[in-house]
Antibody, heavy 121, light 107 residues
Framework: QITLKESGPTLVKPTQTLTLTCTFSGFSFTTSGEAVAWIRQSPGKGLEWLALVFSDNDKRYRTSLEGRLSITKDTSKKQVVLTMTNMHPVDTGTYYC?????????????WGQGTLVTVSS | DIQMTQSPASLSASVGDRVTITCRASQHISSFLNWYQQRPGRAPKLLIFGASTLQSGVPSRFSGGGSGTHFTLTISSLHPDDFGTYYCQESDTSQFTFGPGTRVDIQ
């Protein structure tokens, strides 16, 4: 069974850098085409995909946030880390990590429970 | 970037009702369209991928259709635990663009 769990600070100040860790189990992250993604959801709002890293270390970023985002993986630790610089109050929300299986479709089949991040001074 | 829209924004229906949600893409995406359900306080759950393929374990009352720019999600007979918000997501690009969501309330 695939599981993912997000961890990181619950409160960050404006202009600070956010670092979130996704710790996963149930897959080796060595299958070609497999990936882990980060998605966020502002309070009461919809879903916004942020970044994705494939098993071969290929990376994709949301175009509008590309300059602020960095995604890395540590397969031996079974972790994927997302950093977002220059945080603003509008970045407040629940941050999810999710598994993308090897598929011809860009699907997210297993999700973490999410972690709420508040940006406030 | 592809833009996704959904209608209606919200609906209220009774147990047993047939419910249909529409999703439109701003450009042709063939059948690269997925649907997710999100209950309050929970992570989204994949329901349908490839416009019409049911994810493993999803009840058969859910079905998807459409191609190109127009897609539908149908719940053939609404169950009490089908409340929540439903999102479409294009999978034609690597941007994973989601629609704004359709909130389903049970009357």
């Amino acid at each position: 069974q695939i599981t993912l769990k997000e961890s990181g600070p619950t409160l960050v100040k404006p202009t600070q850098t956010l670092t979130l860790t996704c710790t996963f189990s149930g897959f080796s992250f060595t299958t070609s085409g497999e990936a882990v993604a980060w998605i966020r959801q502002s309070p009461g709002k919809g879903l916004e995909w942020l970044a994705l890293v494939f098993s071969d270390n290929d990376k994709r970023y949301r175009t509008s946030l590309e300059g602020r985002l960095s995604i890395t993986k540590d397969t031996s630790k079974k972790q994927v880390v997302l950093t977002m610089t220059n945080m603003h109050p509008v970045d407040t929300g629940t941050y999810y990590c999710a598994h993308r299986p090897r598929s011809g479709y860009q699907i997210l089949d297993f999700w973490g429970q999410g972690t709420l991040v508040t940006v406030s001074s | 970037d592809i833009q996704m829209t959904q209608s209606p924004a919200s609906l209220s229906a009774s147990v047993g009702d047939r419910v249909t949600i529409t999703c439109r893409a701003s450009q042709h995406i063939s059948s690269f369209l997925n649907w997710y359900q999100q209950r309050p306080g929970r992570a989204p759950k994949l329901l349908i991928f490839g416009a019409s393929t049911l994810q493993s374990g999803v009840p058969s009352r859910f079905s998807g259709g459409g191609s190109g720019t127009h897609f539908t999600l149908t719940i053939s007979s609404l169950h009490p635990d089908d409340f929540g918000t439903y999102y479409c997501q294009e999978s034609d690009t690597s941007q994973f663009t989601f629609g704004p969501g359709t909130r389903v309330d049970i009357q």
